[in-house]
């Protein structure tokens, strides 16, 4: 019941342009999505309807990437490259964990720099957030030892006390 | 989240190895507690030998010096305008004399970004390089 109202709403919000009968260079752009519906304002089906409409598509899709269900999901143990668009532009990490919680999922990565280690943690649907690039996909390249073998865990804290695994997954990078 | 008793590693060249904190500079809010880019006050708990002659580099800290140092890595995590938190493996600090001025004259390590935030550009110009500005394969050196 709930699928089929969520469809209808996805239907009735996208601004795609639609065709102009009689021509075939003018663009009629569609009406803006009435947000009037009986059910929303009697409050049904209000927390789906801000789920989408909250965030813009980009975003969304990447939240999705990130969510349990893609079919090309984002594993902890990845190899991540998040650009950002203010300070410091660029981090690259391993993927210790995400934190799901809709619009608030923020991802912790983790880099060795000069023998130090550091952990950030990136709010994913923040607009300082540009782009989130997969370096290497978690189970590393083929089969590789350790790093090649499946990471068992959902949160990848043992990292932090062994830095042979995390050069491990550095070597199976190169 | 540094208090008393809090031990840092101290990361430029002017001979002290580990500092413990005494200390923590003009705090009203936080509870005590210091953090990225606060001052400190600090007791030289363990330093490099100091040799005979002196040498080119900057004035030499012995053990049981009583010093000022600004925190400039925490293991807690700190949090960026925009949601970002970073923390870091360790706790590390730099000494500063009683004029706010750093003792010595390098930086070996990363530093955190927000010190350039509360004021100590100088220090962050000095250093390697600042935190999430580089693109390295994680794992590396």
């Known amino acids: ?174 | 989240m540094i208090g008393l008793k809090g031990t840092l590693n101290v990361i430029d060249n002017s001979g002290a190895l580990l500092i413990e904190c005494v200390n923590v500079l003009k705090q009203k809010v936080n509870n005590g507690w210091g953090s990225v880019g606060d001052e400190i006050v600090c007791v030289v708990k363990r330093a490099r030998p100091v040799s005979g002659q002196t040498s080119a580099s900057a004035a030499k800290v012995r053990q049981g010096d009583v010093r000022r140092a600004v925190i400039v890595r925490t293991r807690k995590a700190v949090r960026r305008p925009d949601g970002r938190y970073i923390r870091f493996d360790d706790n590390a600090a730099v000494l500063l004399n009683n004029k706010r001025e750093m003792l010595g004259t390098r930086i070996g390590g990363v530093v955190s970004a927000d010190l350039r935030m509360k004021g100590w550009g100088k220090i962050v110009s000095l250093a390697p390089k600042m935190s999430l500005s580089i693109t390295q394969k994680p794992g590396s050196k």
């Open chain 1, 1 to 174: 019941m709930f699928n089929s109202f969520r469809k209808c709403t996805q239907r009735l919000m996208s601004t795609a342009t639609q065709p102009y009968p009689f021509s075939s260079v003018a663009m009629v752009s569609a009406p803006p999505p009435t947000p009037a519906l009986e059910g929303l304002k009697a409050g049904k089906g209000l927390m789906p309807y801000l789920r989408q409409r909250l965030l813009s598509p980009e975003k969304l899709e990447l939240l999705a990437r990130f969510g349990r269900r893609h079919p090309e999901r984002i594993l902890p143990g990845s190899v991540l490259q998040v650009t950002s668009k203010h300070a410091p532009t660029a981090f690259t990490g391993v993927l210790l964990g995400i934190r799901r919680r809709g619009a608030d999922t923020s991802v912790l990565l983790r880099n060795v720099i000069n023998r130090t280690g550091v952990e950030v943690q990136f709010a994913v649907c923040s607009p300082n957030v540009k782009d989130v690039k997969v370096l290497m996909r978690a189970g590393g390249r083929g089969s590789e030892g350790r790093a090649g073998k499946r990471m068992r865990r959902a949160k990848l804290f043992y990292l932090r006390d062994s830095p042979d695994k995390m050069t491990a997954i550095s070597a199976g990078m190169r």
